[in-house]
């Protein structure tokens, strides 16, 4: 299984928007509901922002929101802040237990 | 509250196999969910190694599966990955998580070094 495709940077001023494409195929992204999306902080553990395409676990903030059209899935972050600035990744089931992650994207706030 | 912890030596020779340890507190890992490795190499993505179950069931990456183990000791609430012939290719941060169909939780990571 390939990694799936993600740009590798992305960059906005505080307070604008940000999207981040996720693009598999029909075996992952495509094919089932479960893709979720990690924050992750140099030298920190990654951080679940979202799961099952749309739905925001507890405590993070409603900035951040997620979407899926065919086989690429999409993270956007509104209203930018510094502390947003980070690797985000992507990630899908792909059937039979497996994962597979995205290539990641640098975002930075400009 | 649930937390995961890695542990294993640093340094592994070439060759060699890389042992890993993830502790769990606060959770029975025999009462549910997916326990898996995941790992970064410097400079590069996430990946994920393979999966073990409450069950026993493991499930590993294609590109790893035949030097990969990961196993579960539940009388610790401890599960564990092996990787044989090691090479430079495998020096990663490796984290251990949990999920159901995402990884919600996550362990701090533990660099691994593989060199002579």
Redesign the interface.
């Known amino acids: 299984?390939s990694?799936l495709t993600q740009p590798p940077s992305a960059s906005g001023s505080p307070g604008q928007s940000v999207t981040i494409s996720c693009t598999g195929t029909s075996s992952d992204v495509g094919g089932?509901k479960?893709v979720?999306w990690?924050q992750?902080h140099p030298g920190?553990?990654?951080?679940?922002m979202i799961?099952?395409v749309s739905e925001r676990?507890s405590g993070v903030p409603d900035r951040f929101s997620g979407s899926k059209s065919g086989s690429t899935a999409s993270l956007t972050v509104s209203g930018l802040q510094a502390e947003d600035e980070a690797d985000y990744?992507c990630?899908s089931?792909t059937g039979?237990?497996?994962?597979?992650?995205?290539?990641?994207t640098k975002v930075t706030v400009l | 509250q649930v937390q995961l912890q890695e542990s294993g030596p640093g340094l592994v020779k070439p060759s060699e196999t890389l042992s890993l340890t993830c502790t769990v507190s606060g959770y029975s890992i025999s009462s549910g969910y997916c326990w898996g490795w995941i790992r970064q190499p410097p400079g590069k993505g996430l990946e994920w190694i393979g999966s073990i179950y409450h069950s026993g069931s493991t499930y590993y990456s294609p590109s790893l599966k035949s030097r990969v183990t990961i196993s579960v000791d539940t009388s610790k609430n401890q599960f564990s990955l092996k990787l044989s012939s090691v090479t430079a290719a495998d020096t990663a941060v490796y984290y251990c998580a949990r999920a159901y169909f995402d990884w919600s939780l996550w362990g701090q990571g533990t660099l691994v070094t593989v060199s002579s």
Request: aromatic residues 30%; charged residues 10%; proline residues 7%.
């Open positions: 299984q990694a089932y479960y979720s990690y992750h920190k553990a990654p951080k679940l799961y099952e676990p990744y990630s089931y039979n237990n497996n994962f597979v992650f995205g290539t990641g």
